[in-house]
């Protein structure tokens, strides 16, 4: 897999997931054996008594926490060794700092609810999950069976309750619901695992606390994989900015009736995924990942943050792709497009580009450059990430004049979203960068050709299959178009 952590990432992931000894138990859910509340913190110097070891260390660390929570939807049926590898995961990331809620599901019990009475489909619904709670137990972890007083009807639909949810958590065990309604009249009625998912998810959001803190990821386990990528058929897609493409992938969907035989529930979980980021911080994500991809994509992703592959990459490994059948999805931002200067707002693009540059804009020179030569601007959100691109030379090539994050967007999947927006507009383009910017190894990969340009400090990259045949005319415009930034940023 090509998600081989940066430093940066590895602190990221540091930071969240792994406990460190400066927390106080408020931070983590955690338990003894006897289900008494732990309120002592794994770290060297917790009781006094220390860890001499770097082995003990790493093995208090590695001890079951739930630092942070995904809700996680497990979709069967599958053969043993599908329950045994979706048991090992789920320990695996508990280990790691991330404790699944888990959902049980079934494809099939949608429609045994036609042919069996509720009492005999909730047993059936039972017994099937014990696979799981097996699964987990075989793998050195603990699990407990939840199948009433999470879920009832309200009176504005579903609602969970998580006081028995809570119990688990502080006993380190990883609860398993079965989607089990209670109803007005005291009848148990079993639901969808969509709709478990969401009052959950809901329930978390507006309950969240240092005991039940929001859901940092939703997760979907389940045989056929993530959403097949519509625009290259035969791959799934790596990242889906649901804000921008649930729409065009819905109606994909619609018109394809053979996706909807050969992918029932994508739409549905598509939707689920939708509703359930909506309420969870930008920071949040989901993942619907097959079983035959575990457990390594979701450490993966749990480390990294990030989907399997950039799908800002040329896909030149389609099989290797679709093998994964991995999709990692953002609720995202709204992208907006502009082409005229005045229509932009100058101040926040500044803000911008200083901060993702940490350097001084010459705002002025660098405004009315653009109001000459603009071919269009693409804005991500409240300007969290923008692409400017110009026109230049007398072949009207496109140049990209300025490709900004916000480092408070940084991490949320925004650059990969804006540079495949940016190369679907604009099939033909180059740029330029300096030779010892760190960031000329991304560039190497997205690009169809570069030239490090003589007497200059410049790397001249193009994307499009025919640039080669106007690098004159490229290297032209890179050296000649003036800086932007005047100096250093200095803050107050």
Known sequence: MN???SKRELQHFLKRYVPQPELTTSHIVSGSGNGTNNTSRISPTSTG??????????????????HQLAVTKVEGPFEKQGW????????KLQ???LTSIVVADNAQWSSMEKEELPAELIKTMVRETMALVESIEKAGGRARLIHGGVLEQGNSGIEAQLDFILSALENRQI???IPVMMAIEGRQVPITGN??????????VRRQSNNIPAPAKIVVINNEGGIINHEQPGTAHSLINVQEEYDAIVSAFDENKTWQQRYPTAIDNLEMIRDCLSDLPTSSSAIIVPTSSLPSA???NLVTDKPL????LPNRDIQRVNKLRTTVLRNGIKIRNYDNVDDLDLEKLTRLLQASFQKKLDEKGFYDRLRKVLAGAIIAGDYEGAVIMTKEGTGGHYYLDKFAIAPTSQGIGLTDILWKRMCDAYPELLWRSRQDNGVNKWYFERSNGYLRLKDTNWVLFWYGAGGFRHIDDYASIVRSITASFTGPLITS
Do not use: E, F
């Open 95 to 97: 280990k790691l700092g």
């Open 175 to 177: 609860p398993i619901i």
């Open 298 to 300: 979701l450490i993966a």
């Open 309 to 312: 592959y950039s799908s800002s």
């Open 195 to 204: 709709q478990a998912m969401v009052a959950l998810t809901t329930k978390m």
């Open 49 to 66: 008594h220390h860890l001499k070891t770097p082995q003990k260390y790493v093995d208090a660390l590695l001890a079951p926490s739930s």
């Open 84 to 91: 045994d590898s979706v048991g090992s995961t789920l320990v």
């Open 3 to 5: 998600t081989a952590p």
